[in-house]
C-alpha cells in the first residue's frame, strides 16, 4: 500500500495542506521507456513539465515526480493533490499501471 503524507503549508487545500503519496518503488528495469509512456500520456493536460529530476508534470489540482534512483534499481513515484485524496489515490493507480504495462 503506498504511504501517504501531508506536506507542509504549499498553497494546496482549503487549509492548505498538500496530500501527498508515494507509490510503492519500482525495479527499474525500462525505466526510461516508462518515463517517456507516462509523459505522453498525460502531455496534452499538462500545466508544466521539467526534466530537471526526472520527470515532472503538473496539473492544476495535482501533480507528480517520477524519477530513478542514481543509488538503486527503482524509480520513485511522487504525486500531490491540492486537497483531494481520492483524486491523488486515483492518479497514483494509473500512473503505475502506465508503469506495470
Do not use: Y
Request: with cysteine; glycine share 14%; net charge negative.
Amino acid at each position: 500500500m503506498p504511504e501517504r503524507t501531508v506536506a507542509g503549508r504549499a498553497g494546496g487545500g482549503p487549509d492548505g495542506g498538500v496530500p501527498g503519496e508515494r507509490g510503492n518503488q519500482q525495479q527499474a528495469g525500462g525505466a526510461g521507456g516508462s518515463h517517456c509512456a507516462v509523459e505522453a500520456h498525460f502531455a496534452e493536460e499538462a500545466q508544466a513539465v521539467d526534466r530537471t529530476d526526472g520527470l515532472s508534470m503538473s496539473f492544476p489540482d495535482w501533480r507528480f515526480n517520477l524519477r530513478s534512483s542514481n543509488t538503486e534499481p527503482v524509480v520513485r513515484l511522487n504525486v500531490e493533490s491540492r486537497g483531494d485524496i481520492p483524486l491523488m489515490e486515483a492518479r497514483t493507480k494509473e500512473i503505475l499501471q502506465l508503469l506495470n504495462s
